[in-house]
């Protein structure tokens, strides 16, 4: 059973940055893929970005390429965020999650954060 912790949402201006963390315990970090998800008020949990075990290969989804980086430190059991020129239209409640497969599917994750807010204000 894994356990996952996000933190470092809030409320930023537009164009500005964000880093978000998630911090997993109860598992082998190691083994499994990593994704970020995003849910806005009234819309579908969607994908953002995940980065396989190694951290290696890493995916994007197309709203979000060229401005988030996704990042894992397997020593430290974290995967990282990096959110830069901020959109008002990024604002939603972001999740980590993490399964064995690698997949951009969100109901396909085992395992789910209970998330952290980011704002971005025009």
């Known amino acids: 059973q894994v356990q996952l912790v996000e933190s470092g949402g809030g409320v930023v201006q537009a164009g500005g940055s964000l880093r978000l963390s998630c911090a997993a315990s109860?598992?082998?970090?190691?083994?499994?893929?990593m994704g970020w998800f995003r849910q806005a008020p009234g819309k579908e949990r969607e994908f953002v970005a995940y980065?396989?075990?190694?951290?290696?290969?890493?995916s994007y989804g197309d709203s979000v390429k060229g401005r988030f980086t996704i990042s894992r430190d397997n020593a430290k059991n974290t995967v990282y965020l990096q959110m830069d020129s901020l959109k008002p239209e990024d604002t939603a409640v972001y999740y980590c999650a993490a399964d064995m497969v690698i997949t951009s599917i969100p109901q396909e994750y085992d395992y789910w954060g209970q998330g952290t807010q980011v704002t971005v204000s025009s």
């Open positions: 980065i396989t075990r190694s951290g290696v290969y890493t």
């Open positions: 109860g598992g082998t970090f190691r083994s499994y893929t």
